[in-house]
């Protein structure tokens, strides 16, 4: 094979997904049509560094919520990756394992746009950008001048490589939706109902 050949485009949504919700589907599914990806691959984290543990449902339980959410798009792919790996979950350290693996392949990392600021605080962020390229989601249809002027920094700095892509603004979070559970009110339409009807069954979120 020769060294520029890129035989698939596979996207990277990964998260602590505690738990998933509507706003992360449409954030993978609107990465895999504007980037034009082969596949996009929805990551639990494991141990994730960043977030306080008292406050994150076992990876078992979040993985399994993962798994319902996405098993009716043949176009997501859950990747057990981080949550089988012992100790924190590194994105670099990931990305080292893939690209490692499957030198036929070129990642897309999605990300919000609030991540775009901190990325660079992240666990060897050379390593990441040297890896992949990065999808930032921004708020359909307003450009900000602040992340144009991030996105030349990182691309300065580290030679990344950003897309940016236009996403509906939804107001869900993952916060959210526990809040709703703690205190015994719906979260219809915010999940798929199969991780609803999983997460009352399990008694996750409750206080």
Not at 6 to 35: M, R, V, Y
Request: charged letters at 30%; glycine letters at 6%.
């Amino acid at each position: 094979m020769e060294k520029n050949s890129i035989l698939k485009k596979i996207g990277i949504l990964g998260g602590t997904f505690n738990p998933i919700h509507i706003g992360h589907l449409i954030l993978a599914q609107n990465a895999l049509e504007h980037c034009g990806l082969d596949k996009v691959l929805i990551m639990p984290s494991g141990c994730s560094y960043l977030k306080d543990p008292k406050n994150i449902a076992d990876k078992d339980h979040r993985l399994a919520m993962v798994r319902l959410a996405t098993e009716d798009n043949d176009s997501f792919c859950v990747s057990t990756i981080e949550t089988e790996r012992e100790g924190n979950s590194y994105t670099c350290d990931t990305l080292k394992i893939l690209v490692g693996d499957n030198p036929d392949t070129q990642y897309y990392y999605i990300i919000g746009e609030d991540i775009l600021f901190t990325i660079d605080k992240w666990k060897d962020p050379e390593g990441i950008f040297s890896r992949c390229t990065i999808v930032c989601a921004q708020r359909e249809n307003q450009p900000d001048d602040g992340l144009k002027d991030r996105i030349r920094h990182l691309e300065n700095e580290y030679n990344a490589k950003v897309i940016l892509m236009d996403v509906p603004e939804i107001a869900v979070s993952s916060s959210m939706i526990r809040k709703l559970i703690s205190e015994g009110k719906s979260c219809r339409y915010y999940l798929d109902e199969k991780v609803m009807n999983y997460i009352k069954e399990n008694h996750l979120y409750e206080v």
